[in-house]
């Protein structure tokens, strides 16, 4: 998957698979370049690798907590701008972030349209780009911003959960994705439907996107779904 400008980088720093993972697809949804870290010193590792635009950072941590990798962040000059995710949400915590150099704070559970609002706040005030509208992967392509796909030069015309799936394929590109993770970000955690609803989409999918090339929908057996050159 390919973007013309650069994105917004963003490093996610948290412990939790599961939520590492919704803000990572959250994420990649809308058009960040988005790094995982687990641990206190893989972040401060990645910060210096990756050079993010913006950190999403747990305050609780199996080996540093936030508090004190922000402390030893800008000890070291680092000033990138830290969004700290936590279910500690008294006031002394929260003032104890804030004056040690973090930019903001949201309390778990969290919404992950408001962390995305947050993080397109704070990468504004840096002049940069909030995410991508372009997307590719061989010769397909989607524009956010025109609402349309194109595979090999020609317009594919999808229903707006087609489109919707497709965009979560195309930018999770390589990765494998569950049914119950489609279900999730497609359809929403309320959905009350049936879960074969997935399979019908895809084989929509399938349909308009692989009759005009290569396919590039896979099925990976007992696990779920991803898009790649095949």
């Given at each position: ?25 959250a ?28 950190v ?16 030893r ?24 972030g ?29 002049g ?15 524009d ?43 359809w ?43």
């Open positions: 998957m390919t973007t013309p400008d650069r994105a917004g980088r963003v490093l996610v720093v948290d412990d939790e698979d599961n939520i590492t993972f919704l803000l990572d697809s994420l990649r949804h809308f058009g960040f370049d988005v790094r995982v870290a687990a641990t206190g010193r893989a972040a401060l590792s990645d910060v210096e690798a990756f050079s993010p635009d913006v999403l950072l747990d305050v609780m941590l199996p080996d540093l907590d936030g508090f004190e990798i922000v402390r962040m800008r000890m070291h000059g680092t000033k990138v701008p830290v969004l700290f995710l936590t279910a500690r949400d008294t006031v002394d915590d929260k003032v104890r804030l004056t040690l150099g973090g930019d903001d704070y949201v309390t778990k559970p969290f919404s992950l349209e408001e962390v995305v609002a947050r993080i397109q706040v704070i990468l504004r005030r840096q940069l780009s909030a995410g991508s509208s372009r997307f590719e992967l061989a010769d397909l392509e989607m956010d911003e025109a609402h349309l796909v194109r595979r090999a030069g020609q317009v594919i015309d999808l229903s707006p959960t087609e489109y919707k799936l497709l965009r979560f394929l195309l930018v999770n590109a390589g990765r494998v994705l569950s049914r119950n993770q489609i279900l999730d970000h497609v929403e955690y309320d959905f009350g439907g049936h879960a074969t609803v997935v399979e019908t989409y895809i084989s929509y999918l399938r349909k308009k996107v692989d009759q005009l090339g290569p396919p590039l929908i896979q099925t990976i057996r007992g696990i779920g779904y991803t898009l790649r050159v095949p």
